[in-house]
């Protein structure tokens, strides 16, 4: 499609001067005078060989065709505006790629995160959750948040959260738990790391060899929980992950005894220089959990 000749300072003359209804405003907002406003206008007349305005002893009077222009030419000078802003402001954001193991982003990050925007509206944030597998390199991750001891080949580590494992269930279930040895009747709910049923009974001054009793395995800590929630046993999971499903009483610990196995850790490559939105996302979120701690 070949356009037809858009005379751009004319048109842009006319809108001004359409929208005001006045030359004199619209050199003010366009910051010519009001004879290079009248000039463009003039053009634009006499290129389209019909009259745009009455001229009036005490202003201007938009002609039919003038009518028909104004709307037209608004929209477009509109949208183009906020195209470039768009633009403009795309070309000072920064993306940074965080990958998240599932617990932590559903029970801590999500909830935080309109914090976080507010006071880094630059940061595209690109959030992947993982089921604490996370190969940086390959993904393209300039931060993994994962659980474990902090010890990753490569990999430089900042401690975020403790994660103490507990016994968490329904009330029903919980009902008929007296001592912690009426865990054994239960069926377990476990993730793939099977040493942490052992190290919470040893916890609660059970012996080490006990009878194996049913589990399932997940390979992630959210669905565990959610087949807690629907009463298919009871799961080991960090309380802190879930606060909301504990206050609400849909899930309840019946045991005071915990066991830490590990923790919450920020990590990236040793390699990885880091960017000024990935320090903005480093020094938010350790502030953020230092805010936590301090309030319990």
Not at 55 to 77: C, H, I, N
Not at 252 to 257: A, E, G, L, M, R
Request: a neutral charge; proline letters at 5%; glycine letters at 6%.
């Amino acid at each position: 499609m070949v356009r037809s000749y858009l005379p751009l300072k004319a048109l842009r003359a006319f809108e001004a001067s359409a929208r005001h209804l006045s030359f004199t405003r619209a050199a003010e907002e366009l910051h010519v005078t009001q004879a290079a406003v009248s000039h463009q206008v003039k053009l634009l007349e006499g290129l389209l060989k019909v009259p745009l305005f009455k001229r009036l002893p005490r202003g201007l009077m938009l002609t039919q065709e003038g009518e028909l222009l104004l709307p037209v030419l608004k929209s477009a000078f509109d949208q183009m505006s906020h195209t470039l802003d768009r633009l403009g402001e795309s070309s000072h954001r920064e993306v940074l790629n965080v990958g998240v193991v599932g617990t932590f982003a559903v029970g801590w990050l999500l909830p935080r995160l309109d914090d976080f925007h507010h006071t880094y509206p630059f940061v595209d944030l690109r959030l992947s959750t993982h089921n604490n597998r996370a190969d940086l390199a390959a993904e393209g991750l300039d931060f993994a948040i994962r659980f474990g001891t902090g010890a990753w080949h490569g990999t430089a580590a900042q401690p975020l959260l403790p994660a103490s494992l507990s016994v968490l269930c329904i009330p029903d279930i919980a009902a008929r738990l007296r001592t912690p040895a009426d865990i054994l009747g239960e069926t377990w709910l476990r993730s793939y790391r099977a040493d942490e049923w052992t190290e919470w009974l040893l916890a609660a001054g059970l012996p080490r060899s006990l009878p194996v009793t049913k589990s399932i395995v997940f390979d992630s800590s959210i669905a565990m929980v959610e087949a807690a929630l629907q009463g298919a046993g009871v799961a080991l999971a960090p309380p802190l992950m879930f606060s909301r499903q504990l206050n609400s009483g849909a899930l309840v610990q019946p045991f005071d005894t915990t066991v830490s196995l590990g923790g919450y850790w920020l990590t990236r490559l040793q390699t990885r220089s880091e960017t000024h939105a990935m320090t903005c996302f480093r020094q938010w979120l350790l502030t953020a959990v230092n805010l936590r701690e301090a309030n319990g």
